[in-house]
């Protein structure tokens, strides 16, 4: 059988990155980031990518593997993950999968849903529709064929409504339908899977610290700027504004906002993608829950002792 992946999620700012390159470095391990973000080429600080340090612990695959304005999806991230997976295991090296990205995760674990694909035609609809009554209207119509999704789904995530209304409209079945039936199938990989959940004042705290010496150093505006200029070229990379962080420097930069208004509102943002990303693993993957404030190597090793060297 497959070797075992040892999977370390949580939210934001838990301290996955630090406990991941501790446990990498005592395994002799390499790590496959399962970022949404952090797969972008030029998006290192405002995606708080594992720095060059921590990069040269062990190694890391799946970052910087896409430009902003490509679409990285669940279906290709598998893809090169397996990808990456098999790479390591040939060379006799354990994975460890780091990441916040549950789908993504999930999909890994366990398989992509049966669901059917894209259809361009069907969204351009929906695009329009959009335009004319807003995505509130949308998530009222999902509500009506699908309520279980509706209430998953924020009345403002349009990709997330899209892609639910899309499933039932090709399939003629529920998304939240074909999500229950999913999460009986049969695994992919065998994984042991670590939660980190600091208590949420000291996850606040990490936040805003973050927040702060993201605007201090001065990278978000570097980076930022560097997005800008490529969109002016490439503007598909639009799409990377919506990435925490950077429409709000950009907002700055435009003076539309101020700086300290622009890290209120980011501080704001990544609090609230801690929250959704924290009930999502808590309701969707098993998980065994630990509790690192720092995380470090006396962590690692308490980890390993409990489920390596037993």
């Given at each position: ?71 990285l ?10 990808a ?31 669901a ?6 069907f969204?351009a ?50 998304l939240s ?36 010496a ?54 704001a ?9 924290r ?6 993957l ?25």
């Open positions: 059988m497959t070797a075992r992946l040892l999977v370390v999620v949580g939210p934001t700012a838990s301290g996955k990155t630090s406990l991941s390159c501790a446990l990498a470095q005592e395994l002799g391990a390499e790590i496959v980031s399962a970022d949404s973000q952090q797969c972008y080429r030029g998006l290192s600080a405002g995606t708080a990518k594992p720095t060059a340090a921590e990069q040269s612990r062990a190694r890391h695959h799946l970052l910087d593997v896409a430009d902003p304005e490509e679409q999806d669940a279906r290709r991230f598998v893809q090169l993950a397996d990456a997976i098999e790479e390591a295991h040939r060379r006799g090296k354990r994975v460890i999968v780091t990441g916040g990205t549950g789908l993504w995760i999930r999909a890994l674990l366990r398989g992509l849903v049966g059917p694909g894209a259809s361009a035609g969204r609809g929906l695009r329009a529709e959009m335009e004319r009554e807003g995505v509130p209207a949308l998530h009222a119509r999902l509500a009506e064929v699908d309520p279980d999704a509706a209430r998953a789904i924020r009345p403002n995530d349009r990709v997330r409504i899209e892609r639910a209304l899309e499933v039932h409209a090709l399939s003629g079945r529920r339908e074909l999500q229950r039936e999913h999460a009986f199938a049969q695994e992919r990989y065998p994984a042991r899977v670590l939660q980190l959940s600091p208590p949420r004042e000291v996850l606040w705290e990490r936040i805003a610290a973050r927040t702060r993201l605007f201090e150093s001065g990278a978000l505006e570097r980076e930022t700027r560097c997005l800008l200029d490529r969109c002016e070229r490439v503007p598909e990379a639009r799409k990377a504004l919506k990435i925490i962080g950077y429409g709000e420097m950009a907002a700055a930069l435009a003076g539309r906002s101020s700086q300290t208004e622009a890290e209120e509102r980011v501080a943002r990544t609090r609230q993608y801690a929250k959704r990303q009930t999502w693993f808590r309701n969707q098993p998980a065994d829950d630990v509790t690192p404030l720092n995380p470090d190597a006396a962590d690692a090793d308490a980890v390993l002792a409990r489920w390596f060297r037993q």
